[in-house]
């Protein structure tokens, strides 16, 4: 009787992970069609568009689309802007948040806690409330159609989230690491670069990914903010072309296609410590 209880066990579990692997290939399927099928979509033209056959492969590949998207469209003025507003963003993100998570989270010093509190405060802060002061404050510095319009609040509310990240991930961190550094006649300044941030990089590419999303999605800002169409965003961009291409939907999706592009390059870079962040995380929980 054991041994066919044993055998009756194995079996069910065989056949629970055979379902559990093809729900998850359902799912699979589910999260990425959308994608191929942007990507059928901006290989076609009108007729076949408006034919019903908006689903299926294109009959012709038409490539020449992308080619009038980056040329015609101008999406490859767009694409620069938007890399690098969302670069310098990222980068300002980081520098700025893990010198500060790590002045929080492992000096003593007297308003650490309040500062903390403070910096915490910005993530309940909407942005359609902020959107008027930020206006007004850019028009005063004369920073309204210039990079620095974006740059600025982009960086100013990714720093919050950012610096609730990296400080837990320092606070996780054992104190003999500094005592050691310290015995080794390691300045702050060195510790800081040479040994903890190397420890954080889950953390650092957590922030990267969630700052990236923040910056190269966004359209609020980028679209009160910037009105000439030399420093305009992708977003921006896209928007425009629905108006001057209306009829050409086939460069429309390139257009889509090539703003999607580096979205799913850098999850593909950076998923691995994302995952490893989460799971340190729920080790540290």
Same mark, same amino acid.
């Given at each position: 009787?054991?041994?066919?209880?044993?055998?009756?066990?194995?079996?069910?579990?065989?056949?629970?992970?055979?379902?559990?692997?093809?729900?998850?290939?359902? $799912?699979?399927? @589910?999260?990425?069609?959308?994608?191929?099928?942007?990507?059928?979509?901006?290989?076609?033209?009108?007729?076949?568009?408006?034919?019903?056959?908006?689903?299926?492969?294109?009959?012709?590949?038409?490539?020449?689309?992308?080619?009038?998207?980056?040329?015609?469209?101008?999406?490859?003025?767009?694409?620069?802007?938007?890399?690098? @507003?969302?670069? @310098?963003?990222?980068?300002?993100?980081?520098?700025?948040?893990?010198?500060?998570?790590?002045?929080?989270?492992?000096?003593?010093?007297?308003? &650490?806690?309040?500062?903390?509190?403070?910096?915490?405060?910005?993530?309940?802060? *909407?942005?359609?409330?902020?959107?008027?002061?930020?206006?007004?404050?850019?028009?005063?510095?004369?920073?309204?159609?210039?990079?620095?319009?974006?740059?600025?609040?982009? $960086?100013?509310?990714?720093?919050?989230?950012?610096?609730?990240?990296?400080?837990?991930?320092?606070? +996780?961190?054992?104190?003999?690491?500094?005592?050691?550094?310290?015995?080794?006649?390691?300045?702050?300044?060195?510790?800081?670069?040479?040994?903890?941030?190397?420890?954080?990089? *889950?953390?650092?590419?957590?922030?990267?990914?969630?700052?990236?999303?923040?910056?190269?999605?966004?359209?609020?800002?980028?679209?009160?903010?910037?009105?000439? &169409?030399?420093?305009?965003?992708?977003?921006? +961009?896209?928007?425009?072309?629905?108006?001057?291409?209306?009829?050409?939907?086939?460069?429309? +999706?390139?257009?889509?296609?090539?703003?999607?592009?580096?979205?799913?390059?850098?999850?593909?870079?950076?998923?691995?410590?994302?995952?490893?962040?989460?799971?340190?995380?729920?080790?540290? +929980?």
């Amino acid at each position: 009787m054991s041994t066919a209880k044993v055998v009756l066990r194995k079996r069910s579990n065989y056949f629970g992970k055979i379902l559990l692997q093809l729900f998850l290939i359902i $799912v699979a399927i @589910v999260q990425i069609y959308p994608l191929i099928w942007l990507a059928f979509f901006s290989l076609k033209d009108n007729s076949e568009i408006f034919s019903g056959d908006v689903v299926g492969l294109p009959k012709e590949f038409l490539w020449s689309n992308y080619v009038k998207a980056l040329s015609d469209g101008n999406v490859l003025t767009y694409f620069f802007n938007s890399v690098l @507003v969302t670069s @310098v963003s990222i980068i300002l993100v980081l520098i700025l948040a893990s010198m500060t998570g790590y002045a929080v989270a492992r000096m003593n010093w007297k308003f &650490s806690e309040l500062t903390m509190t403070l910096i915490l405060l910005g993530m309940m802060v *909407p942005i359609h409330a902020a959107l008027l002061p930020l206006f007004m404050v850019l028009k005063n510095l004369h920073l309204l159609n210039t990079y620095w319009s974006l740059i600025i609040p982009y $960086v100013a509310f990714g720093i919050p989230l950012a610096v609730f990240i990296v400080s837990s991930f320092f606070k +996780g961190l054992p104190r003999e690491l500094e005592e050691s550094a310290v015995i080794d006649g390691c300045g702050i300044y060195r510790t800081f670069f040479s040994i903890m941030l190397p420890l954080i990089s *889950p953390a650092i590419a957590t922030v990267a990914i969630f700052t990236f999303l923040s910056c190269w999605n966004e359209l609020m800002f980028a679209t009160t903010f910037i009105n000439d &169409s030399l420093y305009q965003t992708l977003t921006v +961009g896209m928007m425009s072309m629905v108006g001057t291409y209306i009829t050409q939907w086939g460069i429309i +999706g390139a257009g889509l296609m090539i703003a999607t592009i580096p979205t799913i390059v850098i999850y593909l870079l950076l998923n691995k410590q994302v995952q490893k962040s989460m799971i340190a995380g729920a080790i540290k +929980g």
